[in-house]
């Protein structure tokens, strides 16, 4: 079974800049996570969608950050513009379709540096 | 809001040690909790799930404990190995309602030497 896929796996730009990341789940998994994790941190969730209706979007900085699931698979997370303190290591998770309280399968990851 | 902690922040032992790496939440109405591990520069691999129903979750080498109660869980690595060497996270899932997303702590950092 293929895993999670995240591309590209590592980016950098400069402030004021924008930036396009793009997941694709694992098969037939409903729940698709953004997640936001800084250096020396735990992931922090940025966005849950379920299929293609989002269901927790209360961290996300809705500024600058936007997120869409346009058919219920895969999904793209975009930063316009970039701050400094976006610099962090962004994972996409997907869970089966019994729902958001089953186990969660990680993507490698976006490292996004900001200059 | 829950918040996680783990300890210790960094861990180096030998080969062949038995260890326990803790983590400790402070709301206690969780549905479940996951451990998972991180190599560098890669994403969260899922080691253990626990169920707020159960007491602990075995898989190999590993075994993970949950005293929802007190909002503790362990982490036990048998006899380990440097390959076992990575960031241990704990996640609890909250409940239901405004608060079931998993809340991760910041990791313990473990090294194995050979």
């Known amino acids: 079974e293929a895993g999670v896929a995240q591309s590209p796996r590592y980016k950098i730009i400069e402030k004021r800049q924008s930036v396009a990341f793009w997941c694709n789940p694992i098969s037939g998994h409903a729940t698709l996570y953004w997640y936001q994790q800084i250096l020396g941190q735990g992931p922090k969730l940025l966005i849950q969608?379920?299929?293609?209706?989002?269901?927790?979007d209360s961290q996300l900085p809705k500024d600058r950050f936007s997120a869409e699931r346009l058919k219920g698979v895969d999904s793209t997370l975009k930063i316009q513009p970039a701050k400094l303190e976006d610099s962090a290591v962004y994972l996409c998770a997907s869970s089966p379709p019994q729902g958001g309280y089953n186990e969660q399968f990680f993507g490698p990851g976006t490292r996004l540096t900001v200059l | 809001k829950q918040e996680v902690t783990q300890i210790p922040a960094a861990l180096s032992v030998p080969e062949g040690e038995n260890l326990v790496l803790n983590c400790s939440f402070t709301?206690?109405?969780?549905?479940?909790l996951q451990w998972f591990r991180q190599d560098p520069g890669k994403g969260l691999t899922s080691l253990l799930l626990i169920q707020s129903s159960q007491r602990e979750q075995t898989s190999g080498r590993l075994n993970a404990s949950l005293d929802k109660s007190s909002g503790r869980s362990t982490l036990y690595i048998a006899a380990s190995q440097p390959g076992d060497s990575a960031t241990y996270l704990c996640?609890?899932?909250?409940?239901?309602?405004?608060?079931?997303?998993?809340?991760f702590g910041k990791g313990t950092l473990l090294t194995v030497n050979p």
């Open positions: 996640a609890p899932r909250g409940s239901g309602g405004s608060n079931y997303k998993l809340t």
């Open positions: 709301d206690s109405a969780i549905y479940n």
């Open positions: 969608f379920q299929n293609n209706g989002v269901v927790d």
